[in-house]
């Protein structure tokens, strides 16, 4: 059986039948980007409808890209799904403190999660971009330090998944004043996370 070998070549047709199947949409170039890198990570066409991307989001994504980002994702899944070379590109740095000793502290003395405890670590560190694949209970937090003054991040990647609260954590993003691109209803996840992150990387440096 003869079949692809070929990383690009498997991932250029993978791209071809995306765009033969996924139908007529609204997106411009740019986002139609994002949206079947998603598709691609997922092999789902509903993300067609699911993703929502606001109106400075790409353009705050790339003037950060271009002056060397700091990432935080809330899980090491997403830190390891993020493209290294298209990082050291563009002198971009991702961190994720969900599993270091001090966050356990923190968490079990405050009786909150474990990625809420990382997420208070991460607004002390200039971070540029925050993204969420998997904690809701993480978004939740960061939005709450918004509100109060703590926090004051560039861009905000909402992508949780899952049943308790996932959902709830992406509703009034727009609400935050913060450039954001979010993954609407229970779906998302971490590979989704990463895959929008390596999405507005690849519009600023070549593969």
Do not use: W
Request: glycine letters at 6%.
């Amino acid at each position: 059986m003869e079949y692809l070998k070929n990383p690009m070549g498997i991932e250029e047709k993978s791209f071809e039948i995306i765009g033969n199947e996924m139908g007529a949409h609204s997106f411009s170039e740019e986002e139609l980007l994002i949206v079947k890198r998603t598709i691609h990570t997922t092999a789902d066409f509903e993300y067609k409808d699911l993703v929502e991307i606001s109106e400075t989001a790409i353009e705050t994504a790339k003037d950060i890209f271009k002056q060397g980002a700091k990432i935080y994702t809330d899980t090491n899944m997403a830190l390891n799904g993020i493209n290294k070379m298209a990082l050291a590109k563009t002198n971009s740095e991702v961190i994720c403190y969900v599993n270091e000793e001090i966050v356990h502290k923190e968490a079990k003395e405050k009786n909150i999660t474990r990625s809420m405890a990382a997420v208070e670590k991460a607004c002390m560190d200039n971070v540029d971009i925050f993204v969420f694949g998997n904690a809701p209970t993480a978004l939740f937090r960061l939005k709450e330090l918004i509100k109060e003054g703590k926090a004051k991040p560039k861009l905000i990647i909402a992508a949780p998944v899952g049943f308790v609260g996932a959902a709830e954590s992406k509703e009034n993003m727009d609400e935050l004043n913060i450039p954001y691109i979010r993954i609407k209803g229970r779906k998302g996840g971490s590979t989704v996370a990463a895959a929008i992150v390596n999405a507005l990387m690849y519009m600023v440096v070549s593969r």
